[in-house]
């Protein structure tokens, strides 16, 4: 039984990689409550009790296996524009791209354990628990070919939480359970695009200059006429690399509480506390290639030269000194702009409180409503990435930080989510013994501000649609069968000071997602 569930176990990990739902968190966790909404905090019929509320497994009276797995076809999109010289968007379009339309499988399997003639249940499962991603062929207007032509550039993300473990319930009364789940979580995060930092990160000290850093030239005014103009810089707003960090890994533990509360067939309800998640990611590997960045900026010290001669000065002699005063610097063109670093990064998957109940007018009908608070204030401020060992000494040089034997260069990656509210509304009927249908309703309140919101962190559905049905194939076995249709959701962020890149001003971001679930429960004591 051990290798059954850690083969499972190694499934899941291997194949996981989904889009948001809300934030990062997934409307449901099985099958037959992703029919009527995802409602499940307050409705106590399968084993993903576990994840919504661990002391509704109490009411489970028998013992049941339950393998479930999602399929998901999201479509992402994504418009954006060329920029003016201030950054904000022109009416000139760059991208009008629709993302990588890859489909997903996505495992869990619990199993509940009814010890007889006792108050306590016993429950055992691992999950998908939530995690973003999208994929892009997109133009930069940094990328270019010689002839002016766009050299287009990947963006890619994925994040992933996964998490398993025990479950515990005890009846204190024949009507009231207590439970908590305690289980081991597992999480995988990667990027690949042009990533974008304040020139205020090259903290390195050009020789020579007075103790001018690097971020102060390439962030200060370019000349606009002739003389000499110490003052004057490159003029950029920020600076640009492409990035490929991967391989990034963390485990940590996520506790759950529940209450739950049987007042007859009736009605049910319960209450679910999970804690906050620290993932520390380790062992990371990030790439970054300066190189087009440092092609820029030598275009441009060129120009400048040429302005403060009064526009006198050949090109070829331009570029000569040019030359001559960044070798003076210390940089060696032989030695390129690309480096590689050992990563580490920190994100939290969010506390979380919820209420659910149910309701059943009819013995054969029964209706659901789940309230859910995410603390995605607290959790999503930034993702804290952390650049070490770097040895590539031009960009040791230019950044001052990051290098072997320098500080390490920490990044604050901007989120700033606000807090989310999810309201979950559906309901079921038994047309008969063997066969029931359900449909549902998922709102939740988009999280990401239109400060952040960019296409590789695509976690911004709003409303979702479900239906589902059970059939009983055997008298030990039902199929569970869902579909959900999380609605378009376009998002435009702001039209200036986008905290991640300026290519997102003005930007339009959406998403639209299908999802199909599957799950088979199986009775082993009938």
């Avoid at 993702?383 to 960009?395: A, E, F, P, V, Y």
């Amino acid at each position: 039984m051990r290798k059954i569930w850690f083969t499972i176990f190694v499934v899941i990990v291997s194949v996981t990689s989904l889009y948001a739902q809300n934030g990062t968190i997934p409307v449901g966790y099985n099958a037959r409550s992703f029919g009527r909404g995802g409602t499940s905090i307050g409705f106590f019929d399968n084993a993903g009790l576990m994840m919504s509320n661990p002391a509704g497994i109490s009411f489970i009276e028998e013992q049941v296996f339950d393998i479930n797995a999602i399929i998901m076809l999201p479509s992402p999109a994504f418009k954006n524009y060329k920029k003016n010289a201030d950054g904000t968007p022109t009416t000139t379009v760059l991208n009008d791209a629709n993302g990588y339309k890859d489909p997903f499988v996505l495992p869990s399997a619990a199993y509940v354990h009814k010890f007889k003639d006792s108050k306590f249940t016993l429950g055992l499962g691992f999950f998908t628990v939530g995690g973003m991603g999208a994929e892009f062929d997109l133009n930069h207007e940094l990328f270019k070919d010689a002839s002016g032509n766009y050299i287009q550039q990947k963006y890619r993300s994925r994040f992933a939480v996964m998490q398993g473990g025990l479950t515990g319930a005890y009846k204190i009364t024949d009507k009231f359970s207590v439970g908590v789940s305690a289980h081991l979580v597992y999480s995988t995060i990667g990027f690949n695009n042009p990533f974008s930092m304040n020139p205020t990160n090259m903290k390195g000290v050009m020789p020579g200059y007075g103790g001018l850093t690097f971020g102060q030239y390439f962030s200060a005014p370019r000349p606009t006429g002739p003389g000499i103009q110490p003052d004057k810089g490159l003029g950029y707003s920020e600076v640009t690399s492409i990035a490929d960090m991967n391989d990034l890994k963390a485990f940590a533990f996520n506790g759950r509480i529940g209450l739950a509360y049987k007042f007859s067939d009736k009605f049910t309800a319960g209450i679910n506390f999970s804690s906050p998640v620290p993932l520390n990611f380790k062992n990371g590997v990030a790439n970054l290639d300066m190189t087009t960045q440092f092609n820029d900026s030598y275009g441009r010290a060129v120009q400048n030269m040429i302005i403060m001669s009064g526009n006198t000065m050949p090109v070829d002699t331009a570029k000569v000194r040019v030359a001559q005063q960044f070798a003076a610097l210390g940089i060696v063109d032989s030695n390129g702009f690309a480096a590689q670093y050992n990563i580490t990064n920190d994100f939290e998957v969010p506390m979380s409180l919820g209420f659910g109940c149910m309701i059943s007018p009819k013995d054969n009908f029964r209706l659901a409503l789940d309230l859910e608070w995410i603390n995605w204030t607290k959790s999503a401020k930034s993702m804290k990435l952390t650049l070490t060992n770097g040895q590539n000494t031009n960009i040791n040089l230019l950044l001052g930080q990051g290098g072997a034997g320098q500080a390490p260069l920490v990044v604050d990656f901007p989120l700033e989510w606000t807090d989310a509210v999810l309201v979950k509304i559906g309901g079921e009927y038994d047309f008969s013994k063997t066969f029931t249908v359900r449909l549902g309703y998922a709102y939740g309140n988009n999280p990401i501000p239109a400060t952040t919101i960019n296409p590789i962190v695509p976690a911004n559905l709003v409303h979702h649609f479900t239906a589902g049905t059970t059939f009983n194939i055997s008298k030990r076995a039902l199929l569970n069968l869902g579909l959900e249709y999380g609605l378009k959701n376009a998002q435009t962020a702001v039209n200036q000071y986008h905290l991640v890149a300026a290519e997102y001003n003005g930007s339009t971001t959406s998403l639209t997602n299908l999802l199909g679930h599957i799950s088979v429960t199986y009775f082993l004591n009938r």
